[in-house]
């Protein structure tokens, strides 16, 4: 069974002014196979980085969705800490909210809206994977 955690990252403001996150995080959850989903300031950082291995062994996951900046920035930071967690890195995908969703919308209920379907098509990718 999948066992999926979705973490929305707010990228500072770069995400966060244009989009709710946490109500992207509630959306997540609504999915089949999410088990885990919360938001975080920079998922990227050490400490983003440490919230993603730990609920990978508290909560057992079997696939890893960050929605978030461009994978061109971090795709290989989050794939390492995936690997770091005992997952295989490539149990992970990015949805790139930044640059398709939150700069491109100036309407937070729209931008938002628009960002938890791009996450529900990642989760659905993901599981697909399974």
């Given at each position: 069974?999948?066992?999926?955690?979705?973490?929305?990252?707010?990228?500072?403001?770069?995400?966060?002014?244009?989009?709710?996150?946490?109500?992207?995080?509630?959306?997540?959850?609504?999915?089949?196979?999410?088990?885990?989903?919360?938001d975080y300031?920079?998922?990227?950082?050490?400490?983003?980085?440490?919230?993603?291995?730990?609920?990978?062994?508290?909560?057992?996951?079997?696939?890893?969705?960050?929605?978030?900046?461009?994978?061109?920035?971090?795709?290989?930071?989050?794939?390492?800490?995936?690997?770091?967690?005992?997952?295989?890195?490539?149990?992970?995908?990015?949805?790139?909210?930044?640059?398709?969703?939150?700069?491109?919308?100036?309407?937070?209920?729209e931008a938002t809206?628009?960002?938890?379907?791009?996450?529900?098509?990642?989760?659905?990718?993901?599981?697909?994977?399974?």
């Amino acid at each position: 069974m999948q066992r999926i955690g979705v973490f929305v990252c707010h990228c500072g403001s770069n995400i966060a002014a244009t989009v709710d996150v946490k109500k992207v995080a509630e959306m997540a959850l609504m999915e089949p196979g999410v088990v885990h989903a919360e938001d975080y300031q920079y998922m990227c950082s050490e400490a983003g980085q440490a919230k993603i291995i730990n609920a990978i062994h508290e909560k057992n996951l079997t696939g890893i969705v960050v929605c978030s900046c461009s994978p061109r920035m971090h795709e290989n930071t989050f794939r390492k800490a995936v690997e770091k967690a005992g997952l295989n890195p490539y149990m992970l995908e990015i949805a790139n909210i930044r640059e398709h969703c939150s700069w491109i919308h100036k309407d937070m209920e729209e931008a938002t809206k628009k960002t938890a379907g791009v996450a529900a098509a990642t989760v659905n990718f993901m599981t697909q994977k399974m």
